[in-house]
Structure formats: C-alpha cells, structure tokens
C-alpha cells in the first residue's frame, strides 16, 4: 500500500509538459480524509469503500449543508418557551429547561454535514454525507478535480497519439507498390 499523507495546505501545481526521452514523474500521493472514509490515489477515488475511476468522473462538488427541520424545530421550541414564559404562562424552571432545549436542538441544527457530490460521466450524480468542517472536505474535492482534469488530459494525449499512430501506418500501407500477381 502507498504511503499516505494528510491533505496539502494548497493544491499541488500543474505538472510541466515533459518531452518523451524524460523519466516519468512519480504518480502523486494518495490522500485520505481525517475520518478515512475517502482516499484518491493516482487514478481512483475510493468513497464507503466504493472505487471510482478518475476517467469515470467529470467531477467533485462539496456543499456544507444545514439539517434544515433540526435548525427549525430548535428555533420553534426556543421561541415557544420564551414566549410562555413572558406570557407567565409556565414558571421560570421549566422554561429555563425548555430554552435549553431549544437552543441545544438549534444548535445540533446548525452544525449540518457536508454533501459530496460525484458527477459521473453520462450516469446520475452520487451522493455521499460527512461530518466535519468544511474546509478540509473543499481541499480534497479541488486536488480531485485537478486529477480529474490531469487524467482526462493524459487519455486524450494517449488517444491522440494512438490515432496518429493508425492514420501514419495507413499512409504508410497505402504508399508501398503493391505485389505483382
């Protein structure tokens, strides 16, 4: 198994054309996200141990997301015990008790998730939930992005390449005299 690092401050730079004498560059490192739950190697990206090729995907989006009914309820049930309580509608305990509660469903509410979204060449975007700043999880979705595009450049230079080499053999056949019969 590769070494694994954590997620660069930045993503890395574009790599430079090299001519076709040159070595190879070392394939990039594999990253892995805090909680493990996603890794991208050089050519896959693996999300709840469901692999994707990089050549499959057309890209990565990354949308922090709010848990809209928690985040309405809490505000519900906070305005609620306050405002009976301003009404002496309940005493000061048990409206205390239920401001606490308001305010700790309001603020589970507002924490939310982050959704991945995994736009798949010709097939329905996947979704996929996690936990955690946001931060972390828009650094590793714009290093995929960049590999996306990298191995999309490099199939299309690999193409490229192999049409070029089919049509020259085909001049090259069709240049030579053929055999007398």
């Known amino acids: 198994m590769p070494a694994t690092e954590e997620l660069p401050a930045e993503p890395l730079p574009e790599p430079a054309t ?3 004498s040159a070595p190879l560059p070392p394939p990039p490192p594999t990253l892995r996200s805090e909680n493990g739950r996603v890794e991208l190697t050089a050519d896959s990206l693996v999300v ?3 692999r994707y090729s990089l050549l499959e995907l057309e890209g990565v989006e990354v ?5 809209l009914l928690w985040f309405m309820l809490g505000g519900l049930v906070l305005a609620g015990f306050t405002l009976a ?3 002496n509608w309940v005493r000061t305990m048990p409206a205390m008790a239920g401001m606490a509660l308001g305010a700790l469903i309001l603020a589970y509410g507002n924490r939310g998730a982050n959704r991945l979204r ?7 975007a996947a979704y996929y939930s996690f936990s ?11 290093e995929t992005n960049r590999r996306i595009r990298q191995r999309h450049d490099e199939a299309a230079a690999q193409a490229a390449a192999l049409l070029q080499a089919e049509t020259d053999a085909a001049q090259a056949a069709a240049s ?3 055999p007398p019969s």
């Open 176 to 178: 030579q005299p053929s």
């Open 48 to 50: 709840n141990e469901q």
């Open 132 to 142: 955690g700043p946001p931060e972390p999880w828009l650094k590793l979705a714009a």
């Open 63 to 67: 949308q922090p997301v709010r848990w």
């Open 85 to 87: 309580f301003l009404q």
């Open 18 to 20: 090299v001519p076709a």
């Open 118 to 124: 995994l736009h798949r060449l010709g097939r329905e």
